[in-house]
């Protein structure tokens, strides 16, 4: 059985970082970055009072950047093919080394992230890396690459499609950017073709050849093995080695299943307790890479998350002009049913590296107004849930950093800080952020202290409220939870505080209501019959056929704990 657990996402270069005066483009000397020293004992302390057990340390491996370590033996990059000052942390420079600006002492600078996982391991968390399969940036220079293994593009055949390349190559043509010019070209990290890249297209990276001609119908060739395979498999033991417990592979449906049927199953035989989570945003593919590639979780992005925030976003607009045109709350529904048996290894989030803000502009203004889907998205399943860095304090992300412009989102491109992550560092959170932060951290711990929300049953009440003239089912949610401890169950009683959790070895029942116009005061939820049947609940214990009433908090929330 699946137990529920929780990923922080902490982008190191940003949350490490202190400075309160960061300038748009600055380099590194000026504005500074995060550390592998940055996660002291506080980071660690904070971590743990929001019931995390896993920290995903993004952007560690190291990528190409505008920096110059010329001093310590590394090439410097060419700056037309980098975005921003910085640079991408998915622009891969060397797969065996970590990035120089992490340390204090360059030198030592596997040292100090050898430190950091111990350091990780030893307070009581899992360590999380990204694993970035796809792509490599456009001037992939290895200084680290172990004896035993291969670089990536020797004995490539540069005139046409060979399963045994690393690269794509475009015979004949020339890739030409500002200073840099390839020939001939490769093609392009996000599956582009051609020799003239847009600057919406990752031209900064080059894909990788896994033995899939895409010029032929993308006709798979592989057997034999192609190298790239056995290369990249290498590459996360060599981490799986340095004490990495997960991979977060991005773009992993880029990337054929072949290739992690036969990854993931090698790695494992070595590493057996390390965990694959894959960014696919293809549901069509969610069974393929699940269960033929084997990953252990995989991306709920397209599924509940845009369902979520499409219900916020229309009310959170109603709310602030007066309009009106949300989903209906009831279509969460659909969510669930869709992914069907896999929904307690889909990974649930609200916000990661790749999406607005919640308290943006461009998203709901006030983070706030996502406790509702908070609650839905932690307390639904048995899924992961996934916090990003400054979430938890409402960071905004409406900062202007450089490359990335003013989106809503903190640049992963740029040399910059997050206001609120900098005041949590120094305390001086503002009355709003330290509100959110208590908020959060309630919710996220009783979660966590929850046996039916860790790894109880989901029993979904919406459909038995359609016609509840007591629930509005377009603005509300409603969802019970039900752990058994296995034992013939007796009487259940309210528990004392509704957010703390159940710990002894009885069973529990949660009921869970999220108001996502946060206008409602109170409620009355029907329970139909066969909610006491599938939960295995004796008739009579909770006014069987009848209802029960909630009273949502002042963020839309409402929720019943019940305990023998």
Request: hydrophobic share 35%; with cysteine; proline share 4%.
């Amino acid at each position: 059985m699946e137990k529920k657990f929780i990923i922080y996402q902490l982008l190191l270069r940003v949350f490490g970082n202190t400075n309160e005066n960061c300038v748009s483009g600055g380099s590194l000397s000026l504005n500074g970055t995060g550390k592998f020293s940055s996660i002291t004992d506080e980071v660690f302390r904070h971590l743990h009072s929001l019931g995390v057990s896993h920290i995903w340390y993004t952007g560690v491996i190291e990528h190409a950047t505008r920096e110059s370590f010329e001093a310590y033996g590394i090439r410097r990059d060419n700056p037309s093919v980098i975005k921003g000052a910085a640079g991408s942390p998915y622009a891969i420079k060397d797969y065996y080394d970590v990035n120089p600006y992490l340390a204090d002492s360059v030198p030592d600078r596997m040292a100090e992230f050898e430190d950091l996982i111990l350091r990780t391991h030893n307070a009581g968390f899992k360590v999380v890396l990204d694993f970035v399969p796809n792509h490599l940036a456009r001037e992939y220079n290895s200084d680290s690459t172990p004896y035993w293994a291969r670089e990536f593009g020797i004995g490539d055949n540069e005139n046409g499609f060979s399963p045994d390349n690393n690269f794509y190559y475009l015979p004949g043509e020339m890739f030409s950017m500002g200073t840099y010019n390839e020939r001939p070209a490769k093609a392009t990290g996000n599956d582009c073709f051609t020799s003239t890249p847009s600057t919406n297209d990752w031209y900064e990276t080059v894909k990788l050849n896994y033995g899939v001609d895409y010029m032929d119908g993308r006709k798979g060739h592989f057997n034999p093995v192609p190298k790239t395979w056995y290369m990249m498999q290498d590459i996360l033991c060599f981490w799986a080695s340095k004490g990495a417990d997960a991979f977060r592979c991005d773009m992993a449906e880029l990337v054929p299943v072949e290739f992690w049927e036969w990854c993931i199953r090698e790695v494992k035989q070595k590493y057996p307790k390390v965990q694959f989570i894959a960014e696919v945003y293809n549901p069509a593919e969610y069974s393929s890479y699940m269960y033929r590639g084997g990953f252990d979780y995989l991306y709920d992005k397209v599924g509940l998350y845009d369902t979520l925030k499409g219900i916020s976003q229309g009310h959170s607009a109603y709310a602030l002009n007066g309009g009106w045109g949300a989903p209906s709350a009831s279509s969460i529904t659909g969510c669930w049913q869709s992914v069907n048996d896999k929904q307690d290894r889909m990974l649930n989030f609200l916000e990661n590296h790749d999406e607005q803000r919640i308290g943006s502009d461009f998203n709901l203004y006030d983070p706030f107004r996502a406790i509702p889907s908070l609650a839905v998205s932690l307390m639904l399943n048995r899924a992961p849930f996934m916090l990003y860095c400054g979430q938890e304090v409402g960071e905004r992300g409406m900062l202007e950093e450089g490359f990335s412009g003013r989106d809503g989102r903190t640049s992963i491109f740029d040399w910059c800080s997050a206001p609120s992550i900098v005041r949590m560092h120094k305390g001086k959170l503002l009355a709003d952020e330290a509100r959110l932060l208590e908020t959060y951290r309630e919710m996220l711990t009783f979660a966590m202290g929850s046996r039916a929300i860790v790894s109880g049953e989901t029993y979904d009440l919406q459909y038995a409220n359609y016609n509840n003239p007591n629930l509005d089912t377009d603005k509300c949610f409603v969802f019970a939870r039900r752990y058994s401890a296995g034992k013939e169950a007796g009487a259940f009683h309210r528990g004392g505080n509704e957010l703390k959790g159940c710990r002894d070895d009885g069973d529990e029942l949660v009921i869970v209501a999220a108001d996502f116009s946060q206008s409602c005061r109170h409620a009355k939820i029907s329970l139909p019959e066969d909610f006491f049947r599938f939960l295995k609940i004796p008739y009579g214990e909770l006014n069987p056929f009848e209802q029960v009433e909630v009273r949502f908090n002042d963020y839309g929330v409402a929720i019943l704990r019940y305990n023998i």
